[in-house]
């Protein structure tokens, strides 16, 4: 079982809504990340927290905000989104403090769906 | 930046056979090597991986090699079985200051009864 925890696993939304994806973590890592994964494609980097604070913005679209509450909690907060941004969006988390050298445990992802 | 190159991109064999999967990478500076499995509606799932300070790792059917001089390493499954059906991807460290990993495409494993 992974030790990722995302919710929700699957949402659905209109391009005015508002809504959140969530990722939680137990153990102890101080790294985490987000990606999106489209479909047959590999996962690709959207941001990285490191210690609480954000290390690494891949020049995300302003229509998606990372929030890191606390070392264990990771937020992805959508806004005005388009019909492509329809995809798996990946938690993922790693005790090396945000190098990516060490491994990588991703949860099991939240599909997207933009109406 | 890193490249990393995957093959190949789709991958049938019979129960009991043995898989390769083969990777390339461009940043000499790249030390970390991973091999995610991702089953269908679940996330990756790392299954081995391996550092630049070490040729072959194993870990019961699964085994990788790394080839520093020619930038590439390798994937193999033993004896395969149904379950071992699903999309792999490799990924290398970024050398660059960032550090985060670089993923291939993908290879999606079909394993016939």
């Known amino acids: 079982d992974t030790e990722v925890t995302q919710t929700p696993k699957h949402l659905v939304m209109g391009m005015t809504n508002k809504k959140s994806l969530k990722c939680e973590q137990h153990?102890?890592?101080?790294?985490m990340y987000w990606y999106k994964q489209k479909a047959k494609k590999p996962p690709e980097l959207m941001f990285v927290y490191s210690y609480e604070k954000l290390s690494i913005n891949e020049s995300v679209p302003s229509r998606f905000s990372p929030e890191c509450p606390n070392s264990s909690l990771l937020n992805l907060h959508l806004h005005a989104l388009q019909p492509e941004d329809s995809a798996l969006y990946l938690c993922a988390s790693n005790i090396d403090g945000g190098l990516g050298t060490g491994e990588l445990f991703f949860g099991e992802g939240s599909r997207l769906t933009v109406l | 930046g890193e490249n990393v190159e995957q093959h190949p991109s789709t991958l049938s064999v019979q129960e009991g056979d043995s898989a390769v999967i083969k990777c390339t990478y461009s940043d000499s500076a790249s030390n970390y090597f991973p091999w995610y499995k991702q089953e269908l509606g679940k996330g990756p799932q790392l299954i081995i991986d391996i550092r630049s300070n070490v040729g072959e790792k194993k870990d019961q059917r699964i085994a990788v090699t790394l080839n520093k001089t020619a930038k590439h390493f390798s994937l193999h499954i033993t004896e395969t079985q149904p379950e071992d059906s699903a999309v792999y991807f490799c990924?290398?460290?970024?050398?660059?200051?960032?550090?985060?990993?670089?993923f291939g495409k993908g290879t999606k494993l079909s394993v016939k009864p």
């Open positions: 990924a290398a460290s970024d050398g660059g200051s960032q550090g985060n990993l670089i």
């Open positions: 153990m102890g890592h101080r790294a």
